[in-house]
């Protein structure tokens, strides 16, 4: 399977823990994006990365969240202190290069008891 | 005013239609236009992209864009019950890609 890859598809924790998410791009793409997606609403776009080079970030992204792609890989999300409204689907997507099609991952729905 | 705008439906049409999805946006910097459908539960997925003025067509999925207006829409023909879907307008300018709440559409048999 060559698609995009995140992981784990589910995560249930307690308010106040901290969680880490993995997204493994397509292989040959150099962007990477992270959103959130509530019931509802469309893909809220949270940040992205050109390789390893993090270039943008939404107000969405409170100082809990933070976001890595070390070696232009992989990258993590990271959320700290969670609160039940960080409780969403965390979709990764990537691309060739910008304004190219993006593609999704399978996500990752997080819920916070 | 959200930047990408839809009407979130739902839209219902009878089994071989033509189902009409309208889009709007406001970033008249956005140069790279998407179709995406999303099942429920499931993540999105790229249906058609357009980047110039104009009609574009694969299959039965018919594409315009209409940049003066800041206007894009997708028409999906003979639809069918498997094209029941959420789809969802974003609009790209090279940094990020903002997407509209999507239009859910009904085929019924």
């Known amino acids: 399977d060559t698609g995009v890859s995140q992981d784990p598809r589910h995560k249930i924790t307690k308010r106040g823990q901290n969680v880490t998410f993995r997204c493994d791009p397509i292989?040959?793409?150099?962007?990477l994006y992270w959103y959130r997606q509530t019931l509802g609403q469309g893909p809220e776009f949270l940040t992205y990365?050109?390789?390893?080079?993090?270039?943008?970030k939404s107000r969405l992204l409170s100082d809990r969240f933070s976001a890595e792609r070390p070696k232009g890989s992989f990258s993590t999300l990271e959320i700290q202190r969670t609160e039940q409204g960080d409780s969403a689907m965390y979709l990764c997507?990537?691309?060739?290069?910008?304004?190219?099609?993006?593609?999704f991952g399978d996500g990752t729905r997080l819920s916070i008891l | 005013q959200k930047e990408v705008e839809q009407n979130s439906g739902p839209l219902s049409v009878p089994e071989g239609a033509i189902a009409s999805l309208n889009c709007t946006y406001s970033?008249?910097?956005?140069?790279?236009f998407f179709w995406y459908r999303q099942y429920s539960g499931k993540s999105p997925e790229l249906i058609m992209s357009?980047?110039?003025?104009g009609d574009k067509e694969d299959g039965r999925f018919t594409a315009q864009l209409n940049k003066a207006s800041q206007y894009v829409s997708l028409l999906i023909r003979d639809s069918q019950p498997s094209d029941s879907a959420t789809y969802l307008c974003?609009?790209?300018?090279?940094?990020?890609?903002?997407f509209g709440a999507g239009t859910r559409l009904t085929v019924k048999p």
């Open positions: 997507a990537s691309s060739s290069d910008g304004l190219q099609p993006q593609h």
């Open positions: 292989s040959e793409h150099n962007r």
């Open positions: 990365f050109q390789n390893e080079a993090q270039l943008e």
């Open positions: 970033d008249r910097v956005s140069q790279s």
């Open positions: 357009i980047y110039s003025n």
């Open positions: 974003a609009a790209d300018n090279n940094n990020d890609m903002r």
